[in-house]
Structures are given as structure tokens and as C-alpha cells.
């Protein structure tokens, strides 16, 4: 089983609603990330988790907080969003996130697509 | 800095060959991705290079040059399905291992 899942496939919300994205993986992955990938883009890394810890955060704003209840588990914290955030949010999992020379990559989830109005 | 080229867009025909390339800049290497995306969906994972030479799986294949910082994919035997944005990405062990995506070629099979 390679599979990453995700929930809700779509989001629409308001600028001042508070609501959250979630992530499943049962690969045993250790790794997890959250991308944001805008149309005809390539997807920006947003956060890395390495054994449950926060262990990358691309400067992301506040307005996105991270979780990750256990290994299995990824949640994004939506709240405040402005428009410019709609976006196509990918969740990736990874055996490892520092690899040394093993081909393991990074599996993506199918992504929700948010809108915020 | 970090770079990574590929062409935004390329066509091709039903049943022919493509190859699509990759030249990147990056601080460091620690091997470079090819991934297929279809519009609306996730990227999935074609290939993985690290070492320089071809490596070859079904009617796909990616080929790596380390000490020219170059790369392609090679699609034979096109199909519709294969109309996709084709994603080129490098690790780069010099900035913790992230994964750094190029901005994809967009590929439009002809039939």
C-alpha cells in the first residue's frame, strides 16, 4: 500500500473561518511534508515533520499551523486565510526526510483543492 | 542559488518519442526526481537518478549527468494518457535534504 490520503478534496472558506486539512499515511513513512502548488506551478514546500517533530518550516505565515498527532497523522491548521491562499495543498509522506543514498522518495497524497473568499 | 530548467511546453504525437530535459544548479546533490503530473492531481513518481547513466523502467526511461548537471526523460511509444506535466527535482543535501522542483513541462500529445 502506497497510498497518502487526503481530506476534504475540496475547501471552500471564508477569511475568518477556522477549519483544518488532513493527512493519512500507513506506509510506516517516519517522514511527512505539506506542499502548496498554485496552477501551472511546481508545488513550494511549506513543512517538513521528522518522527513527529517539526523539522522544516519554510517561512510559512502563521495563518498555517501544523499538527502531527502521531506517524500516521498530518494535519493543517487553517485560520485567517487570505485569498491568495487558495491553492492546491499536497501532502507528502517519505520513509525518511535525510536520506543517504537510498532511492525512497516522497509518495504524494491526491491534494485538497482550497478556495478562500 | 538553487535553479532548475526545463522547457515549459512541448508536443509530441501519438506513438512517437520525446525527450524531455533537465539542467539544474543547485548547492548540493543527492539525487534528482522525475515526477508526472496530471492537471488536478498529485505528482507521482516516475524515476530516481543519482548515479550518472540511464536508468530504464517500461516505456520510460531518465538519463543523468552529475559533472554536466543535466538530466532527461525519455518517453516512447507515446500515449493520450501521457499528456501530463512532467516535473524535474533535485535533493539537495546542502539545505537539509529538501526536495527542489523545477517548473514542469507541460506535454501535449497529438493524435
Known amino acids: 500500500d502506497t497510498e497518502v490520503t487526503q481530506t476534504p478534496k475540496h475547501l471552500v472558506m471564508g477569511m475568518t473561518n477556522k477549519k483544518s486539512l488532513k493527512c493519512e499515511q500507513h506506509m510506516g513513512h517516519r517522514a511527512m511534508y505539506w ?3 498554485k496552477a501551472k506551478k511546481p508545488p513550494e514546500l511549506m513543512f517538513v ?31 485567517a486565510l487570505q485569498p491568495e491562499d487558495s491553492a ?10 535525510r536520506w543517504g543514498t537510498t532511492t525512497d522518495t516522497q509518495y504524494f497524497g491526491p491534494g485538497t483543492r482550497l478556495t478562500v473568499l | ?5 526545463q522547457p515549459t511546453e512541448m508536443t509530441a504525437t501519438e506513438g ?6 533537465c539542467t539544474y544548479q543547485t548547492s548540493g546533490f543527492n539525487g534528482l526526481f522525475w515526477y508526472q503530473q496530471h492537471a488536478g492531481e498529485a505528482p507521482t513518481f516516475l524515476s530516481y537518478n543519482v548515479l550518472d547513466g540511464l536508468e530504464e523502467k517500461g516505456r520510460f526511461s531518465s538519463f543523468l549527468s552529475r559533472s554536466k548537471g543535466y538530466s532527461y526523460l525519455l518517453l516512447k511509444e507515446l500515449q493520450m494518457k501521457d499528456s501530463a506535466s512532467y516535473l524535474c527535482a533535485v535533493r539537495d543535501n546542502h539545505r537539509d535534504d529538501k526536495i527542489i522542483f523545477g517548473k514542469g513541462t507541460r506535454l501535449h500529445i497529438l493524435p
Open chain 1, 49 to 79: 515533520y521528522s518522527y513527529e517533530k517539526l523539522s522544516i518550516n519554510e517561512s510559512v505565515p502563521s495563518r498555517f499551523s501544523p499538527e502531527c498527532p502521531n506517524s500516521s497523522l498530518l494535519n493543517l491548521h487553517l485560520h
Open chain 1, 88 to 97: 492546491l495543498y499536497l501532502c507528502a509522506s517519505s520513509q525518511e526526510h
Open chain 2, 1 to 5: 542559488g538553487q535553479n532548475i530548467d
Open chain 2, 16 to 21: 512517437a518519442i520525446v525527450q524531455i530535459n
Open chain 1, 35 to 37: 506542499y502548496k502548488q
